[in-house]
């Protein structure tokens, strides 16, 4: 591994730099209303100081401690080709950042809550002060229904301020018999088994669209020639699927292999904030519309489609929740977790999530939802996790830009697995996006290597999201694990595909995909009239689009 050394002069250069760029910064003024966010420079009016503002846009502030307890301004740049979005607070590539000449981020209309040590409410005992002034009884905060005239109720709807949120977890009160399952810390074993009479559970996702090369490639990867030493099984995975340019003939052919099908909605917009801000209603029709279209076209029978990712991992709070309890979805693995002392185990969301909710603005679940979060573990990334001074991990092995060569992707799978199996064995995620392994040829054959060599193990198992909870309902001794009914059904699956010449049906959609003459929907079943979208999965014909 390359190590970056610091020469002194260099942290010369860099301190002095830093000097130089807050020497007329004035603490006092930029710090009394700034927490831990970064901000700009304040040049003045942005018209006259355009130019400054724009050449300046690549540096960014943040006040931290000073002594005798006061505040200190530091400054930080982004690397030559990126500038500072401070809306985001990332570096961003220059063209996507459109907010140079604004200082601070902005933040909708708060309520006065919670409330400051201290500090008394001005409005009667359970009611809450909207910042528009009027008090409102706490039950109509973060319902989903803008009550306060600024609207202001509704904009603290995350787990450490809604005041209707769910209560922490209490071990005593949350029993499989409710369907409940929690740990105060989320590292707690189900069932209270010890670590060496657990099984070490492995669960391989990808999210996007699946077509004939990537098919091909997971063919490669679970192979019915593999099969796990514990319960004699072959490997099994889940796939997340996005609708455009998903050949559902192989997404049939997956199934029936006994791999998991999830979804990952129609539409896939790229844009993060679509996804957190989206109503209910809205992720119905990303959601429910996308299983809608698994069933007709890939020919899964109702029910058998129960986990939901959303794109970009944006979580959408409240109202994404709210509509998989009310459409019958059981999981959700969207939501990342921090790394920390002992990996996290999945929970259900009746009760308060065990730890932070990490990403930027990001709209994690506050309130109480009969749904399982399979909770996406960080990642240790680096070369020799014993030695090797600490790095930001990763959720997504796509993230992972470290990993330069198969030797070190292959170092990478071991260390992960051993953290978690010499820990408390909380089931380990190698989460990829469908195209990790199209241009990544020599991890892959070294994938195959790593699962078959695991598989062959004994203690490992390869399983799918739906298996990991029918596991934690039902806890399972290692040494019974063979006989776990919950994990033999398409266990090992022999047989040609249901067809072998799939339907190409050939639709012009210029309206949604406008750089395509023509889209094609690889299906098993019957064409449809037109192309499967949002309001009309069954692709039916569309009424009116323009919505969407």
Same mark, same amino acid.
């Given at each position: 591994?390359i190590?970056?050394v610091?020469?002194?002069?260099?942290? +010369?250069?860099?301190?002095?730099?830093?000097?130089?760029?807050?020497?007329?910064m $004035? #603490?006092?003024? *930029?710090?009394?209303?700034?927490?831990d966010?970064y901000f %700009?420079k304040?040049?003045?009016?942005?018209v006259?100081n355009?130019?400054?503002y724009?050449?300046?846009?690549?540096? *960014?502030?943040r =006040?931290?401690?000073?002594?005798?307890?006061?505040r @200190?301004?530091?400054?930080?740049? =982004?690397q @030559?080709?990126l500038?500072?979005?401070?809306?985001?607070q990332?570096c961003?590539r220059?063209?996507?950042?459109?907010?140079c000449?604004?200082?601070d !981020?902005?933040?909708?209309?708060?309520?006065?809550?919670?409330?400051s040590e201290?500090?008394e409410?001005?409005?009667?005992?359970?009611?809450?002060?909207?910042?528009?002034? /009027?008090?409102l009884p706490r039950?109509r905060?973060?319902d989903d229904?803008p009550?306060?005239?600024?609207g202001?109720?509704?904009?603290i709807?995350?787990?450490d301020?809604d005041?209707n %949120?769910?209560d922490?977890?209490?071990?005593?009160?949350?029993i499989?018999?409710?369907?409940?399952?929690? @740990?105060?810390?989320?590292?707690?074993?189900p069932?209270?088994l010890?670590?060496?009479?657990?099984?070490?559970m492995?669960t391989?996702?990808?999210?996007g669209?699946?077509?004939?090369?990537n098919?091909?490639?997971?063919?490669?990867i679970?192979?019915?020639t593999? !099969?796990?030493?514990g319960?004699?099984?072959?490997?099994?995975g889940?796939?997340?699927?996005?609708h455009?340019?998903t050949?559902?003939?192989?997404v049939?052919?997956?199934?029936?292999?006994?791999?998991?099908i999830?979804?990952?909605s129609?539409?896939n917009?790229d844009?993060?904030d679509?996804?957190?801000?989206?109503s209910?209603?809205?992720?119905? @029709?990303?959601?429910?519309?996308?299983?809608?279209?698994i069933?007709?076209?890939a020919?899964?029978?109702a029910n058998?489609v129960l986990?939901?990712r959303?794109?970009k991992?944006?979580?959408?709070?409240?109202?994404?929740?709210?509509?998989?309890?009310?459409w019958?979805?059981?999981?959700d693995?969207?939501i990342?977790?921090?790394?920390?002392r002992?990996?996290?185990w999945?929970?259900?969301?009746m009760h308060?999530?065990?730890?932070?909710?990490?990403g930027n603005d990001q709209? =994690?679940?506050s309130?109480?939802?009969t749904v399982?979060e399979m909770v996406?573990? /960080?990642?240790?990334r680096?070369?020799?996790p014993q030695?090797d001074?600490?790095?930001?991990? =990763?959720?997504?092995?796509?993230?992972?830009?470290?990993?330069?060569? #198969?030797?070190?992707?292959?170092a990478?799978? $071991?260390n992960? +697995?051993a953290?978690?199996y010499?820990?408390?064995?909380?089931?380990?995620?190698l989460h990829f996006t469908?195209?990790?392994? /199209?241009t990544r040829?020599?991890?892959l %054959?070294?994938?195959?290597k790593?699962?078959?060599?695991?598989?062959l193990?004994g203690? *490992?198992?390869?399983?799918?999201?739906?298996?990991?909870?029918?596991w934690?309902?039902?806890?399972?001794e290692l040494?019974?694990?063979?006989?776990f009914?919950?994990?033999?059904g398409k266990c090992e699956?022999?047989g040609q595909?249901y067809c072998?010449?799939p339907? #190409?049906c050939?639709r012009?959609?210029?309206?949604?995909?406008?750089?395509?003459?023509e889209?094609?929907l690889?299906?098993c079943m019957?064409? #449809?009239?037109? *192309?499967?979208w949002?309001?009309?999965?069954?692709?039916?014909?569309f009424?009116?689009?323009?919505?969407?």
């Amino acid at each position: 591994m390359i190590r970056r050394v610091t020469t002194p002069l260099l942290a +010369l250069l860099l301190a002095g730099w830093a000097a130089a760029q807050i020497s007329d910064m $004035d #603490p006092e003024l *930029y710090c009394s209303r700034r927490d831990d966010e970064y901000f %700009r420079k304040d040049f003045g009016d942005p018209v006259e100081n355009n130019l400054k503002y724009r050449s300046n846009c690549g540096v *960014y502030y943040r =006040c931290v401690p000073a002594p005798a307890g006061k505040r @200190s301004i530091s400054a930080s740049q =982004c690397q @030559s080709e990126l500038f500072f979005d401070v809306q985001q607070q990332i570096c961003e590539r220059k063209s996507k950042v459109l907010n140079c000449d604004q200082i601070d !981020k902005s933040h909708p209309p708060q309520p006065v809550w919670p409330l400051s040590e201290g500090e008394e409410s001005q409005c009667k005992e359970d009611e809450i002060m909207c910042g528009s002034g /009027e008090c409102l009884p706490r039950h109509r905060f973060c319902d989903d229904t803008p009550d306060c005239a600024d609207g202001s109720d509704e904009n603290i709807c995350v787990p450490d301020t809604d005041p209707n %949120r769910a209560d922490v977890c209490d071990p005593r009160t949350c029993i499989w018999s409710s369907g409940c399952f929690c @740990s105060v810390d989320g590292t707690r074993i189900p069932g209270d088994l010890t670590v060496e009479q657990t099984p070490q559970m492995i669960t391989i996702t990808f999210t996007g669209a699946i077509n004939e090369r990537n098919f091909r490639i997971f063919q490669d990867i679970f192979k019915d020639t593999t !099969k796990q030493k514990g319960n004699d099984c072959t490997p099994k995975g889940t796939f997340f699927l996005s609708h455009a340019f998903t050949n559902y003939s192989a997404v049939q052919e997956l199934h029936r292999m006994g791999h998991e099908i999830g979804v990952s909605s129609i539409t896939n917009n790229d844009n993060p904030d679509y996804w957190s801000k989206l109503s209910a209603q809205e992720y119905e @029709s990303e959601m429910d519309g996308a299983r809608l279209i698994i069933e007709k076209f890939a020919n899964i029978t109702a029910n058998e489609v129960l986990g939901v990712r959303v794109p970009k991992q944006r979580v959408g709070g409240n109202k994404q929740f709210r509509m998989m309890v009310d459409w019958g979805f059981l999981y959700d693995s969207s939501i990342s977790a921090p790394m920390g002392r002992l990996p996290l185990w999945p929970y259900t969301l009746m009760h308060r999530m065990p730890h932070k909710c990490l990403g930027n603005d990001q709209n =994690c679940p506050s309130q109480n939802f009969t749904v399982w979060e399979m909770v996406v573990n /960080e990642l240790d990334r680096r070369d020799d996790p014993q030695f090797d001074e600490k790095l930001t991990g =990763c959720h997504f092995v796509d993230q992972c830009a470290n990993l330069q060569s #198969p030797e070190q992707f292959r170092a990478f799978l $071991d260390n992960n +697995l051993a953290r978690h199996y010499r820990t408390n064995r909380a089931p380990l995620g190698l989460h990829f996006t469908s195209g990790y392994f /199209e241009t990544r040829r020599d991890f892959l %054959r070294e994938f195959v290597k790593w699962v078959r060599d695991t598989a062959l193990s004994g203690d *490992y198992f390869f399983v799918t999201m739906q298996q990991v909870i029918n596991w934690m309902e039902a806890p399972t001794e290692l040494t019974a694990i063979n006989n776990f009914q919950e994990w033999k059904g398409k266990c090992e699956v022999k047989g040609q595909p249901y067809c072998s010449l799939p339907n #190409p049906c050939a639709r012009k959609v210029p309206r949604i995909f406008p750089n395509e003459e023509e889209m094609f929907l690889y299906t098993c079943m019957e064409c #449809p009239p037109t *192309y499967p979208w949002l309001g009309d999965p069954h692709g039916n014909g569309f009424l009116d689009i323009g919505d969407f």
